[in-house]
């Protein structure tokens, strides 16, 4: 098991809590503005917390125990990454999570989240200390930068009422980048793929809390994005003014 510099943990949870903290209080002002009331939205973040912080807890538990490793038997880490995200489309679809998710400016806000994928860096730290191939890490964390990058340039065309296309470009990127990421890392750390040396680490802290925790939770805000800029309701999410929050 390869524990690599402090910088690099403290990198990596960089990401991993400021990535559902601000999802937390974008679903806060959501729901705000969607008219439930500060005292419900406020109990919709603090699920939304209990959640993903609670998942992120386990996970890091369970990879310390080295549960995710690849030969400890069942594959674990892809059965925690599909649990997660199945569990996260389900609750999209509770109606107070989805009016929340509805209302007016959020297609902007679910943007800001992605501005944490910058800590894929943390990929390209790997292999420059000689503990990721290549095959793996470039593509990763190169990709998720640019995504983290254009993230709030992004937000702010849509604030404006600009964005339409921008998002959609930019949402299909970062799906798209998260799959060939998910993809090579399967290929390279199973063996599919001989490289020297293998995408194993990945299976073990702190990395293991990007597949397990963050890439669920930015594939759901991507597509939650993608179905409103894609439907009619498109220009009235961006444009519409913000009610008054509600006492």
Same mark, same amino acid.
């Given at each position: ?32 503005? @969607?008219? #439930?009331?500060? *005292? =419900?939205? %406020?109990?919709?973040? /603090?699920?939304? &917390? $209990? +959640? ?98 254009? @993230?709030? #340039?992004?937000? *702010? =065309?849509? %604030?404006?009422?600009? /964005?339409?296309? &921008? $998002? +959609? ?79």
């Amino acid at each position: 098991m390869y524990d690599p510099p402090g910088y690099v943990w403290a990198i990596t949870l960089t990401g991993g809590i400021g990535v559902p903290a601000v999802t937390c209080a974008v679903l806060y002002g959501g729901a705000v503005r @969607a008219g #439930l009331g500060r *005292r =419900r939205a %406020a109990l919709l973040a /603090g699920a939304a &917390a $209990a +959640v993903l912080g609670g998942w992120t807890a386990a996970s890091t538990v369970i990879a310390g125990h080295g549960w995710y490793n690849m030969r400890s038997g069942l594959p674990w880490l892809p059965i925690a990454f599909t649990g997660c995200l199945g569990l996260l489309l389900a609750l999209r679809r509770i109606p107070v999570v989805a009016r929340a998710l509805a209302a007016p400016g959020m297609t902007s806000r679910l943007e800001y989240p992605h501005t944490f994928r910058v800590v894929g860096v943390s990929f390209l730290l790997y292999l420059a200390l000689g503990h990721l191939p290549a095959l793996f890490a470039l593509p990763a964390g190169l990709g998720d930068i640019a995504t983290g990058i254009a @993230a709030p #340039l992004v937000a *702010r =065309r849509l %604030a404006r009422g600009t /964005g339409r296309r &921008a $998002a +959609v470009w930019h949402n299909a990127f970062g799906i798209t980048d998260l799959v060939v990421a998910l993809t090579l890392g399967g290929l390279t750390a199973f063996g599919l793929l001989k490289v020297t040396p293998s995408s194993a680490p990945i299976s073990e802290l702190p990395l293991a809390l990007i597949l397990t925790a963050g890439v669920p939770l930015f594939l759901v805000l991507h597509f939650t994005v993608l179905s409103a800029v894609r439907g009619p309701r498109t220009a009235q999410l961006a444009t519409t003014p913000l009610p008054s929050p509600a006492k």
